[in-house]
């Protein structure tokens, strides 16, 4: 399991007044209660692989499927009781012995779960010696084109785009 920074830590730069700071400090043991109980309901169905602060300094609980078929990587925010279902995932099937595709990303935009359920996927592909992650831009992802581009290219995929059929492929390669 991976843990990065806390939103505990204080910059000396930021000059909270004790109010602000006690607000701060009361959302983190909420998010930190609700981890426990979430913890405790993910686990109970899923690998529970990682716990992640976004950029906005919430907690998330990340959790896989894999039934050798196809790989989930799913994300839970913890500011909120977990109702059995995930806030973010990332779908995924095995290719072949080399290759992960993605079929799928689902849930909100602009919030760093693309990103944390991304590391993840990467860390499965190298935890079993897979050499490529791929996936399809479709027509349905066109209004949304830039967006990909940039997200994948991040990433570090390279990204194909055919501009005439409104489709391209991305491609992740262990070796870069």
């Known amino acids: 399991m991976?843990?990065?920074?806390?939103?505990?830590?204080?910059?000396?730069?930021?000059?909270?007044?004790?109010?602000?700071?006690?607000?701060?400090?009361?959302?983190?043991?909420?998010?930190?209660?609700?981890?426990?109980?979430?913890?405790?309901?993910?686990a109970k169905k899923w690998q529970v692989i990682g716990i992640e602060q976004t950029k906005e300094n919430n907690w998330v609980i990340i959790y896989a499927s894999d039934d050798g078929d196809t790989c989930k990587i799913m994300l839970n925010e913890c500011d909120s009781a977990f109702r059995g279902m995930w806030d973010f995932s990332i779908?995924?099937?095995?290719?072949?012995?080399?290759?992960?595709?993605?079929?799928?990303?689902?849930?909100?935009?602009?919030?760093g779960y693309g990103s944390i359920c991304m590391h993840y996927l990467k860390e499965?592909?190298?935890?079993?010696?897979?050499?490529?992650i791929t996936g399809d831009i479709a027509k349905r992802d066109w209004d949304h084109k830039e967006r990909l581009v940039h997200f994948y290219k991040k990433h570090n995929f390279k990204v194909n785009i055919d501009k005439e059929s409104k489709s391209g492929d991305i491609e992740w390669n262990l070796v870069y």
Do not use: C
């Open 124 to 132: 499965v592909a190298k935890e079993q010696n897979i050499q490529y």
């Open 2 to 42: 991976m843990f990065q920074k806390s939103a505990f830590v204080i910059d000396e730069r930021e000059n909270k007044n004790p109010e602000e700071l006690k607000e701060e400090i009361e959302d983190l043991e909420f998010q930190v209660f609700r981890m426990q109980e979430n913890l405790k309901e993910i």
């Open 91 to 111: 779908q995924a099937q095995y290719a072949n012995e080399n290759t992960i595709h993605i079929g799928d990303i689902k849930g909100p935009e602009n919030k």
